[in-house]
């Protein structure tokens, strides 16, 4: 099956620093989606992104799809951008997750 | 519009017992699926309905199953928990089948199995 890496596996941060996170991808995709996991366990939706590029405020994502990688930038990062990103893909029907990154940011 | 909803959110069973999880999805969605996350494994997909059918599933054994309703709610039940079973469970809406489209997903249920 299809194999998602995320990198790096940890982050941290001081408050207003930028940072990208990459997602690398074994097989071409339909679907790729961004999710920022709160504290809580809430996924929640960033960005649907099979290709191309998309910014929402102070994040932006970029997906090369013949190269099979993509990724997500943040900007001017704040306190509560903490939490675990992740990327999950799509090939066979489902939604294949990487193991996901996790972002600490510090006042 | 409201998102997508599960209850319970918290739950304690005891390992042999059963347990039935239930997520509504965002008004108008057809499409429930359902994926379970743990430390070890990460986020797995368990399966997936459209109006009423399973269209897909994930490699867990038979003790997972689940069904979807007429109104596109879903329930997903678990037999004879064992400890492994801990874990987050969460499901995820969208309008069409499949993973093509853009999933919302619920905020889980926080399931532990003692």
């Known amino acids: 099956g299809i194999q998602v890496e995320q990198s790096p596996p940890d982050l941290i941060l001081q408050e207003g620093a930028n940072s990208t996170l990459r997602c690398n991808f074994s097989?071409?995709?339909?679907?790729l989606q961004w999710f920022h996991q709160n504290p809580w366990g809430q996924l929640i939706n960033l960005f649907y992104?099979?290709?191309g590029t998309k910014q929402n405020g102070r994040l932006s994502a970029t997906t090369v799809a013949t190269e099979r990688y993509s990724l997500l930038y943040i900007s001017s990062s704040q306190t509560t951008d903490s939490g675990v990103y992740f990327c999950?893909?799509?090939?066979?029907?489902?939604?294949?997750f990487g193991t996901g990154t996790r972002l600490q940011v510090f006042p | 519009k409201a998102g997508v909803t599960q209850t319970p959110r918290y739950l304690i069973k005891t390992r042999g017992q059963q347990v039935t999880l239930s997520c509504s999805p965002i008004?108008?969605?057809?499409?429930v699926s359902w994926y379970q996350q743990t430390p070890g494994q990460g986020l797995q997909f368990l399966f997936e309905?459209?109006?009423?059918?399973?269209?897909n599933k994930g490699n867990f054994p038979g003790r997972f199953s689940g069904r979807q309703f007429s109104n596109s709610r879903s329930e997903m039940n678990v037999s004879t928990l064992e400890l492994g079973d801990s874990a987050l469970y969460l499901c995820?809406?969208?309008f069409g089948a499949g993973g093509v489209e853009t999933q919302y997903f619920g905020p889980g249920t926080r399931l532990l199995v003692l």
């Open positions: 309905y459209f109006s009423e059918t399973q269209r």
């Open positions: 008004s108008g969605h057809r499409s």
């Open positions: 995820a809406s969208s």
């Open positions: 097989d071409s995709v339909n679907n």
């Open positions: 992104i099979p290709s």
């Open positions: 999950a893909v799509d090939n066979t029907d489902k939604l294949i």
